[in-house]
């Protein structure tokens, strides 16, 4: 499985993003500077069953509940740090993990923050299953957005990047679904273009009978708004729904499917 999931990585970042083993589990994780760390699950190597099966980390879902604790606890154990999850609603609202924890309950979030100080000992993990993981870094703390359709076109990739500390310098997308296989309705696809302009939508000549949003180049100009280069966004290009074999897909599955993550966190200094 490592080997195949290396040879679906976009050649031209194998260098940024590499795969290994985390613990008994296989991640794909982002070489991220200083002490910034952030690691992307599969679905692969859990205990879930079925439609779930097996890494699914989605507490939410009609999974087995004692499974899936057991699946998020082999990545909070192998990383020796507590997990905070928020409840994603497709939102635009980001807070720091630890003030998220201190919330009871938590609220809705899609976005969090994390600083070597101020959320020593946390890991940000947030669930996905086609949307995408957005992850920037900056020279003093980092933070993950959700970037589901809406969320990105309300502007959650921005928020998230305003609600940093310092300023974003380089960013991570995460698998997700490409451009490849994201078809939308027309007034989807509008609104896309009036937002981040005509390229970000194919035209329906070229991909059949309903126009694809380019998901990834829209988030990629959210980022360029906050100064964040072209070059400093790496982007391996895994489509969640072609590679349903190592990723859940929404889309692809249905509404009875499993979530992997994109887990972030800082390393001591």
Request: proline share 7%; glycine share 12%; hydrophobic share 40%.
């Given at each position: 499985m490592l080997a195949e999931l290396e040879e679906r990585i976009d050649p031209g970042v194998r260098q940024r993003v590499i795969v290994r083993h985390m613990g008994t589990i296989t991640v794909l994780e982002a070489r991220l500077p200083g002490c910034f760390r952030a690691v992307f699950t599969?679905?692969?190597?859990?205990?879930?069953?079925?439609?779930?099966?097996?890494?699914?980390?989605?507490?939410?879902?009609?999974?087995?509940?004692?499974?899936?604790?057991?699946?998020?606890?082999?990545?909070?154990?192998?990383?020796?740090?507590?997990?905070?999850?928020?409840?994603?609603?497709?939102?635009?609202?980001?807070?720091g993990a630890a003030e998220y924890l201190?919330?009871?309950?938590?609220?809705?979030?899609?976005?969090?923050?994390?600083?070597?100080?101020?959320?020593?000992?946390?890991?940000?993990?947030?669930?996905?299953?086609?949307?995408?993981?957005?992850?920037?870094?900056?020279?003093?703390?980092?933070?993950?957005?959700?970037?589901?359709?809406?969320?990105?076109?309300?502007?959650?990739?921005?928020?998230?990047?305003?609600?940093?500390?310092?300023?974003?310098?380089?960013?991570?997308?995460?698998?997700?679904?490409?451009?490849?296989?994201?078809?939308?309705g027309e007034e989807v696809a509008r609104g896309y273009a009036r937002r981040f302009g005509q390229e970000v939508v194919l035209d329906p000549r070229q991909a059949g009978d309903s126009p694809r949003v380019d998901l990834w180049e829209a988030v990629m100009r959210g980022l360029e708004e906050l100064g964040v280069r072209r070059e400093q966004v790496v982007n391996p290009r895994l489509c969640s729904v072609c590679?349903?074999?190592?990723?859940?897909?929404?889309?692809r599955e249905g509404p009875v499917t499993g979530r992997h993550a994109c887990v972030a966190w800082t390393a001591a200094t």
């Open positions: 599969t679905r692969v190597g859990g205990d879930s069953k079925g439609a779930f099966s097996s890494l699914n980390l989605n507490p939410r879902s009609e999974d087995d509940p004692v499974t899936v604790a057991q699946n998020r606890a082999r990545i909070a154990d192998a990383l020796d740090r507590r997990l905070v999850s928020p409840m994603q609603v497709h939102g635009l609202r980001v807070v201190q919330e009871k309950p938590g609220g809705p979030c899609d976005g969090l923050t994390l600083h070597p100080e101020l959320d020593r000992g946390l890991a940000a993990t947030l669930l996905f299953a086609d949307c995408v993981p957005v992850v920037l870094c900056s020279e003093v703390d980092m933070a993950v957005a959700h970037g589901g359709w809406r969320g990105i076109l309300g502007g959650i990739v921005q928020q998230v990047g305003r609600a940093m500390i310092g300023a974003p310098a380089m960013a991570v997308i995460g698998p997700s679904i490409g451009p490849c296989c994201f078809t939308v590679n349903a074999d190592l990723f859940y897909s929404y889309r």
